[in-house]
């Protein structure tokens, strides 16, 4: 399957590097990595940046669309090439996914609309605002829409994804490759679970960024 | 602090991409993504590029050096130019770190003589050929050198490192930034967990490529 993953400043690099190294590594898979123009596109985080091979009108009828987000994604929410892009590759999509606030992104195109879906924690209204319908989970399966919430939920959305399309045991198999047996040192992954003074200041500076 | 992430061709971007979201993050840290020459470098999945911002010799005493692997680390255990900027950074650094098979390039460059490590699951035999002592534990740490066992362990790992720095809530503040709640569909996380068909069949596969 062709896998295109839409790239735009400022974008989170594990947000599409989680899946990628799930769903890029299954056989005859082939993953495309996109963006306005072909070439290096700056992430968000601490100057690294991920090459893109395409243009997105290059390659307008990937099998599986898969969004990732980021803290310049509120920038590209009317970009008409990212919107126009997207409704097309949905149309003929297997699969239509994001990660994070790639959410927002497939909302602003209206592909949401009324879908049950889900984000960063920071951005659940911002979601509703766009017409999709927050459900509070990690990965949000919806007939050929797949979501997953903030940055590192992409691994286990392309994981869930890997399972629906190529069975358990090919999704075991990414999941030992990977050693994916996840050992967090603290149980702070989520606001119910994380210090409240951590929460507000995660909170306070999201907003700040994009209200 | 200055964070140096040394790349080869055929890395696997998980590998430095998870530690680069959390400690890449923390305010006042910079990442220097390093290789042979300054540009792109290829990873070992579906084309994905990252782009080296200069050579390893430009950044010859970075405070931190985290070490990804990859299915191509195997060729470059007897790299001179890595081996060489890797004891000379080791020797001035604060931490020295890896992820899965980048402790094979520490090992090879006579950096865990007799300490105790981690690698991925497939590469343990070799990594105690190269004179470490495996530990199988998802990360360990001994005095200024930190290990995480395969790919995904890097954010652990990493996680782990930003608490032993900068203090547990600064951990917990990446931990929930990145929304790093794991909720894998299955538990095939480790050899002991897996079906033991997917462990032979990737065992197999590992071993096909490097003895």
């Known amino acids: 399957m062709e896998i295109a993953i839409p790239l735009h400043e400022d974008f989170t690099a594990l947000d599409a590097v989680g899946p990628n190294e799930m769903l890029g590594r299954i056989p005859g898979n082939t993953v495309r990595w996109l963006a306005h ?12 940046q991920i090459v893109a091979d395409a243009a997105f009108e290059d390659v307008p009828h990937p099998d599986i669309v898969l969004v990732p987000g980021g803290t310049g994604t509120h920038r590209f929410l009317d970009d008409d090439r990212i919107l126009a892009w997207l409704r097309e590759a949905h149309e003929h999509s297997t699969w239509t996914t994001s990660v994070c606030t790639g959410s927002l992104l497939l909302a602003a195109a209206g592909i949401l609309d009324g879908v049950d879906a889900t984000t960063h924690w920071t ?61 967090p040192p603290f149980d702070a992954g989520t606001p119910d679970k994380a210090p409240q003074h951590v929460v507000d200041f995660l909170r306070d500076r999201a907003l700040a960024v994009s209200p």
């Open 123 to 183: 951005r659940t209204e911002k979601l509703e605002r766009l017409g999709a319908r927050y459900v509070k989970e990690r990965v949000v399966h919806r007939g050929k829409i797949v979501t997953g919430a903030g940055v590192s939920a992409g691994i286990d959305m392309a994981l869930t994804l890997a399972a629906l399309i190529h069975g358990d045991d090919v999704a075991k198999t990414l999941q030992l490759a990977s050693e994916y047996d996840p050992q």
């Open 37 to 48: 123009e072909p070439g290096p596109v700056r992430s968000d985080s601490a100057g690294l």
